[in-house]
Structures are given as C-alpha cells and as structure tokens.
C-alpha cells in the first residue's frame, strides 16, 4: 500500500512522500523520534502517523494459509515470452539493430548524453512512433511525456508526426504494388491527441506523478510508453542531503520499473552528465551516481564523434556492447548521412 492512501491528513501524507516515504513498507522499521526528525514534525504526531501505517500494514497483509507465491516460470517460458515483446522503433535502422529492433517493452532504458546530442528529440520520437498503427509493424499505442525541463516543443511533435504519416504513406504505395495496402486513417493531430503530457516543475511534483501514473494507465490501458526528460532536473538542485535523495530515486525507479512489467509498456528514461575524477582525470559520466545506475535494465550513452552523433549500448542484460550513428534531421531520428549534421531544426 501506498501512504498516499493512508487516512491522514493531505499535509501530512505531502510531507511523508517529500521525503521520501512513500510505501508502508519504507515507514516498517522507523521509530517516532527517526520520523519526527526527517518530517520536522512533533514526536507525538510521527507516532501516531506510524500507528497508522502499522494498521494499514495489517490489512495489507493476506492471511499466511492461503497465501500463494506467484511468478514461478522456467526459464524456457520467459525465453519465448521475451520473443514476444514488442519493441518501439527509433526510426533509424541503425540504431534500432544495436537495440536489438528498438525500444523493449517490459523493461526500463535510460538514455543520457551532453546537452544538444538529440535526447528530446529521441524522446519526442519515440512519443510518435509507439502510435504506428499494428498493420506497419507498431503497437498503437499512447503515449505520457513527462517533461521537467520545459523543452517538450509541440511544433517539433508535430513535424515529427507529420513525417510519420508520411512515411506510412509511402509504405502504402509499395504495399499496393504488392496488393496488400492498408488503409491510412491516423492523422499528424490523432498523434498529438495521444500524447498526454505532464509538465513538472519539482521533485516534488515529480514524485508525485510517478506515484499517480499506476492508477492513470489503469484508467488509460493502451499507454505504451512512459517517456522521462528528464530524471534528473530537479533532483541536481537544494540537495545537501544525499541519502534522501538516493532514497527517493530508488523509491521511483522501484515504482517505473514495476509500472513496465505490470502495463506491459516502455519506460524511456533521459539522464543528464556530469563530470567524475577517475584516476586524477575528469571525465563525462551520467548523473545520479553508481546507485542509480542499477535502475535501469538496459543503458545508451549518445556522444558526438566529431560532427556525428553516435550512441552506445553501455549495460544490458540481453544486448552485446555496440555503436551506432544517427542523424537529427527537420523529420526526426534518421539514419546518419553527411548532410544531416548539426542542421537547425526550427
């Protein structure tokens, strides 16, 4: 259970999920002082909120005769039911051959790189191309764009999805060629129309929402994909105190990744860099530290390799160690070309 649904009063619940408190589970082993310090709150009202959540945890516990372990596969099932998954096209070939045909669903990706290597853009791209239709190869799916930048441009979501009917359209015609072509009814404003996009202006706000999106996609089922851009905005600012924040991050991965499994959907996180000390030298990493790094199942690093822009498998579980360049060009993600570098979109 959630302490979001606890019966306590809205201030109360605000400032228990703030810091990071959000599942009964993390207010277990907590005593009232513990509590009372992290909320700055009076010790006998931690008391009482942690008598509350001691009467939550009861209920939410089923009785111990009838209670039955789920999840038990051999690994032959989980084989084939990976064959399944549907993956989400980057729209560039190269690119989605290192992903192993594109984004996976069920899993969780974090994409990082400097600023101006095409991460939005990627993510403006994905937000489109998750709506193809079944009958070109997609899910037909929906989208949530969680913006907490502000570089979410709707003028560039719909150049990319206008460039995507006209890709089907083109596709169309080689298909009638073959006798097989399907009607095209998805228009650039459906696109735009399935894309719910949420715009966050604190880590607050964005703890908040990864805790609301269970309940939206379960009223929103044909959500295919949960983009992130980025994670990590607001959890690089006002933060002496790094153990709540490592807190709070695994608390919201633990959540986006239970999120992918239970909706069968994409999670496409986007990271920031930062520069680490290896051995006396600077050099660019991706933000959050090395804890975070384990939550996420599989990690691309874009980087410029001169004037070309490249992206690199740096950790997954099912995918080889590989590069691949692409473009940014005025339709989206592309395949790399030598006249499709550093161009201006808008």
Same mark, same amino acid.
């Given at each position: ?24 589970? %993390?207010?277990? +082993?907590?005593?009232?002082? =513990?509590?009372?310090? *992290? ?14 959540? %001691? ?64 991460? &939005? ?13 079944? *009958? ?83 009223? =929103? ?10 994670? &990590?905005? =607001? ?5 002496? *105190? ?38 006396? +030298? ?8 090395? +804890?975070?790094?384990? %939550? ?13 822009? !490249? ?11 590989? +590069?691949?360049?692409?473009?940014? &060009? %005025? ?7 030598? !006249? ?7």
């Amino acid at each position: 259970m959630e302490v979001g649904r606890l019966p306590l009063s809205a201030s109360q619940r605000g400032k228990l999920i703030s810091a990071g408190y959000t599942t009964l589970a %993390s207010l277990s +082993s907590l005593s009232p002082s =513990h509590l009372a310090r *992290d909320l700055r709150i009076p010790e006998s009202e931690a008391f009482e909120i942690l008598r509350v959540a %001691s009467l939550g945890c009861r209920l939410e516990q089923p009785d111990k005769r009838t209670a039955i372990v789920n999840g038990g596969q051999t690994a032959w099932e989980i084989l084939n039911e990976e064959k399944l998954y549907p993956r989400i096209t980057t729209s560039c070939a190269d690119l989605d051959n290192i992903l192993g045909g594109g984004i996976n669903c069920k899993e969780v990706t974090e994409i990082g790189g400097v600023p101006g290597i095409g991460k &939005t853009q990627l993510g403006i791209q994905l937000a489109v191309n998750v709506q193809i239709p079944a *009958d070109y190869g997609g899910l037909d799916g929906k989208a949530v764009y969680i913006d907490t930048e502000g570089s979410f441009m709707v003028e560039r979501a719909l150049q990319i999805a206008e460039a995507s009917v006209l890709d089907m359209s083109q596709y169309n015609e080689l298909l009638r060629k073959e006798s097989r072509a399907c009607q095209i009814k998805i228009q650039p404003t459906d696109i735009l129309e399935k894309i719910y996009y949420f715009r966050i202006c604190s880590y607050t706000e964005q703890i908040a929402l990864i805790n609301y999106l269970d309940k939206f996609i379960s009223e =929103h089922k044909d959500v295919k994909i949960v983009v992130i851009d980025s994670v &990590t905005f =607001h959890f690089r600012q006002d933060f002496e *105190d790094l153990a709540l924040r490592t807190r709070l991050l695994g608390g919201m991965a633990l959540k986006l990744m239970n999120l992918g499994k239970k909706y069968n959907l994409a999670v496409v996180i986007f990271n920031q860099v930062t520069t680490k000390c290896t051995e006396g +030298s600077f050099q660019l990493s991706l933000a959050l530290g090395d +804890s975070w790094s384990h %939550s996420c199942t599989n990690r691309v690093i874009l980087y410029w390799n001169g004037d070309e822009r !490249n992206a690199y498998i740096d950790k997954s579980p099912s995918l080889r160690s590989a +590069s691949a360049s692409f473009s940014v &060009t %005025s339709k989206g993600i592309r395949n790399s070309a030598s !006249n499709h570098k550093r161009i201006k979109l808008m």
